[in-house]
T-cell receptor
Framework: GAGVSQSPSNKVTEKGKDVELRCDPISGHTALYWYRQSLGQGLEFLIYFQGNSAPDKSGLPSDRFSAERTGGSVSTLTIQRTQQEDSAVYLC??????????FGQGTRLTVV | DAKTTQPTSMDCAEGRAANLPCNHSTISGNEYVYWYRQIHSQGPQYIIHGLKNNETNEMASLIITEDRKSSTLILPHATLRDTAVYYCIVRVGRAGNTPLVFGKGTRLSVIA
């Protein structure tokens, strides 16, 4: 089937606005991860969903960031009151029990 | 805390073997060693993983020392397309336990 799909691929927003980023994982994958990558930097873990367990939110940088995963499938990452330092590529990945994670191509967020 | 130490960068001549080292001296008995790579402007790509035995697939070989405190990823015949940042990650094997946390990785440059 298709790989991990993220939308939009690019998003430009004004400082202070809210944004929603979407991730469609591979069908049947129970684990879903969100990361962000600022220009020239490594991957920063944000949040991890695994089945029906409570998500691991330990990487969320502030309470402006939140994520949901509805029906164990699609996930939405929401950033409220965006700041310029939120500008980055936001990457989503999913995996099954083998833990081999497959990544989407990311959403490039630019806050102006 | 990514639990691994890798050189910041390495060069390799095209057609030669690329040997990328990783130290993971605090690895636990139930933690696997995973390797991913990220080619510029793309999402990370899974390469290989192992527990204690050496592993080989169509992309690479993974050599893990007997004490499991270090490992080496081998790309047998590096090409220009192998230029990427390579990440070594230790993690409990089943997806249900812990998120996938990336360190800074090794930037491999394959030179013609």
């Amino acid at each position: 089937g298709a790989g991990v799909s993220q939308s939009p691929s690019n998003k430009v927003t004004e400082k202070g606005k809210d944004v929603e980023l979407r991730c469609d994982p591979i069908s049947g994958h129970t684990a879903l991860y969100w990361y962000r990558q600022s220009l020239g930097q490594g991957l920063e873990f944000l949040i991890y969903f695994q089945g029906n367990s409570a998500p691991d939110k330990s990487g969320l940088p502030s309470d402006r960031f939140s994520a949901e995963r509805t029906g164990g499938s699609v996930s939405t990452l929401t950033i409220q009151r965006t700041q310029q330092e939120d500008s980055a590529v936001y990457l989503c990945a999913s995996s099954r029990d083998r833990a081999e994670a497959f990544f989407g191509q990311g959403t490039r967020l630019t806050v102006v | 805390d990514a639990k691994t130490t890798q050189p910041t960068s390495m060069d390799c001549a095209e057609g030669r073997a690329a040997n990328l080292p990783c130290n993971h001296s605090t690895i636990s008995g139930n933690e696997y060693v995973y390797w991913y790579r990220q080619i510029h402007s793309q999402g990370p790509q899974y390469i290989i993983h192992g527990l204690k035995n050496n592993e080989t697939n169509e992309m690479a070989s993974l050599i893990i020392t007997e004490d499991r405190k270090s490992s080496t990823l081998i790309l047998p015949h590096a090409t220009l397309r192998d230029t990427a940042v390579y990440y070594c990650i230790v993690r409990v094997g089943r997806a249900g336990n812990t998120p996938l946390v990336f360190g800074k990785g090794t930037r491999l440059s394959v030179i013609a």
